[in-house]
T-cell receptor
Framework: GNSVTQMEGPVTLSEEAFLTINCTYT??????LFWYVQYPGEGLQLLLK?????DKGSNKGFEATYRKETTSFHLEKGSVQVSDSAVYFC???????????FGAGTRLTVKP | EAGVAQSPRYKIIEKRQSVAFWCNPI?????LYWYQQILGQGPKLLIQ????????DSQLPKDRFSAERLKGVDSTLKIQPAKLEDSAVYLC??????????????FGPGTRLTVL
C-alpha cells in the first residue's frame, strides 16, 4: 500500500542553519507529494507540493524536489528562522483516491 | 475566507462515555475528511465524504465510531463508547472536490480528546 517514511526528530538547529528533512515514499501509480507544517496550537497547513516527477515545490524559502528514481521528496531550507519551529509532515495522495497518507512528522526547533 | 471550524477544541471524558465532535468546512467545499492523529504520529484518515455521501470509511472502527454529514455541509463524528486508545487529536479537513486531481486539503485546528 501507499506509505511515507520521514526522518525522525526532533531536529534542533541554530538560526540561519541549513535544514534538510528526509522523506521517502512507496506508492502504486503516480502520487502527488506534499509537505504540511503544523505550528504550535494550529492546524496543518500546506507548505508546498509537487505533482509529477522532477517538479520542485517551493514556498517561504522551503523547497522539495519530486525524485521518482529515488522515491524521495526531501525538504530543504537554506537559512532557518526561529519562526520556522514547527512539526513538518511529508504526505502523498494518489489521483484516484485523494486519500492523504502522512509520515509521522518531524519536530523542528530553531534556537536564536 | 473563513477556514475549517471545529468544536470543541478540547474534551476530557472517562472511558465508556460518549463524545461528539463537530466540523464546519469551508463554504463550497464538497469533500470533507476526518482524521485521527495520535501523539507522535501523522494523521490517519478515518472517513471521507463527498457531499453527504461516504466515499471511504475503510479505516473507521465502525463498532464504536460513526460519522454523518447531513445536507452535505456540517459533519459530526461520534465515539460511543470511548476507549483509552481513542485519546488523540481529531482533525477535520475539506477540499473543493475529490474528483479533481491534487485538490488541496484545508485543515481545522482539531479537537484534542483525552480519555481517562
Amino acid at each position: 500500500g501507499n506509505s511515507v517514511t520521514q526522518m525522525e526528530g526532533p531536529v534542533t538547529l541554530s538560526e540561519e542553519a541549513f535544514l534538510t528533512i528526509n522523506c521517502t515514499y512507496t506508492a502504486t501509480g503516480y502520487p502527488s507529494l506534499f509537505w504540511y507544517v503544523q505550528y504550535p496550537g494550529e492546524g496543518l497547513q500546506l507548505l508546498l507540493k509537487a505533482t509529477k516527477a522532477d517538479d520542485k515545490g517551493s514556498n517561504k524559502g522551503f523547497e522539495a524536489t519530486y525524485r521518482k528514481e529515488t522515491t524521495s521528496f526531501h525538504l530543504e531550507k537554506g537559512s532557518v528562522q526561529v519562526s520556522d519551529s514547527a512539526v513538518y509532515f511529508c504526505a502523498l495522495s494518489t489521483y484516484n483516491n485523494n486519500d492523504m497518507r502522512f509520515g509521522a512528522g518531524t519536530r523542528l526547533t530553531v534556537k536564536p | 475566507e473563513a477556514g475549517v471550524a471545529q468544536s470543541p477544541r478540547y474534551k476530557i471524558i472517562e472511558k465508556r462515555q460518549s463524545v461528539a465532535f463537530w466540523c464546519n468546512p469551508i463554504s463550497g467545499h464538497a469533500t470533507l475528511y476526518w482524521y485521527q492523529q495520535i501523539l507522535g504520529q501523522g494523521p490517519k484518515l478515518l472517513i471521507q465524504f463527498q457531499n453527504n455521501g461516504v466515499v471511504d470509511d475503510s479505516q473507521l472502527p465502525k463498532d464504536r465510531f460513526s460519522a454523518e454529514r447531513l445536507k452535505g455541509v456540517d459533519s459530526t463524528l461520534k465515539i460511543q463508547p470511548a476507549k483509552l486508545e481513542d485519546s488523540a487529536v481529531y482533525l477535520c479537513a475539506s477540499s473543493l472536490d475529490r474528483v479533481q486531481p491534487y485538490n488541496e486539503q484545508f485543515f481545522g485546528p482539531g479537537t484534542r480528546l483525552t480519555v481517562l
